[in-house]
């Protein structure tokens, strides 16, 4: 049975404050629902059965914790979205210029604008349709392990990346001084995408302690 703590741990994990305000958060939450809890056992309800009434009659957690998200930090996804195309962009510009530069010294190695803008737009579309995805079966299922950002985005993109060595062993001569990291480029921006969604969230607490402590 999902106890009062658990639900009200959930609606306040990873939100945009420190962790004096999110303590706040969680006692105001709890008095509510432990009023609410009280009012129902004295109409009849069991212990058990209260609870059981008042988190449903409380709502989904995941829609609430994005109602306060937005409440601390109103443009929150938005900006992270924007913050993780960024990031990825540049690592994997970063990563292309090094492989050029260690297989092709010799060269007179450069990274286009244009080939950095098309990365951006690919890695914009993907990511915001990730996102939007991941959105859509939060709103359908609860199952916490099931809708972790590292399961749900990185597992498809792993799987993806044992289809694409398929092709290597089909036409080895095609990834030869470095092209063979093509075949893992889904799996390694992805990693880098919920690396950068983890550094988000970590750089704006830390500077909201910061502030506080100021």
Not at 125 to 135: D, H, K, P, R, T
Request: aromatic share 18%.
């Amino acid at each position: 049975m999902k106890t009062v703590k658990h639900f009200v741990d959930a609606i306040v994990s990873d939100l945009p404050i420190n962790e004096h305000e999110k303590v706040d958060v969680k006692e105001e939450l709890t008095i509510h629902l432990n009023d609410h809890i009280h009012e129902l056992m004295i109409k009849g309800y069991s212990e058990e059965e209260a609870v059981i009434h008042a988190i449903e009659t409380f709502g989904n957690e995941r829609k609430l914790n994005w109602e306060l998200k937005k409440t601390y930090f109103p443009y929150y996804k938005i900006i992270r979205y924007i913050w993780n195309v960024l990031f990825v962009t540049a690592c994997l510009s970063l990563l292309s210029y090094t492989t050029m530069e260690y297989y092709y010294p010799q060269n007179d190695n450069t990274l286009p604008a244009y080939s950095v803008i098309g990365g951006f737009a690919i890695v914009a579309f993907v990511s915001g349709m990730g996102e939007l995805i991941c959105e859509s079966i939060a709103a359908e299922y609860k199952y916490k392990w099931f809708l972790n950002p590292w399961f749900l985005f990185m597992v498809p993109s792993l799987l993806i990346g044992l289809v694409s060595m398929t092709n290597y062993f089909e036409n080895p001569e095609q990834y030869q001084n470095g092209y063979f990291i093509d075949l893992f480029v889904i799996p390694i921006s992805t990693f880098l995408y919920l690396f950068s969604r983890q550094l988000f969230t970590v750089f704006f607490v830390h500077k909201n302690k910061l502030k506080n402590i100021n």
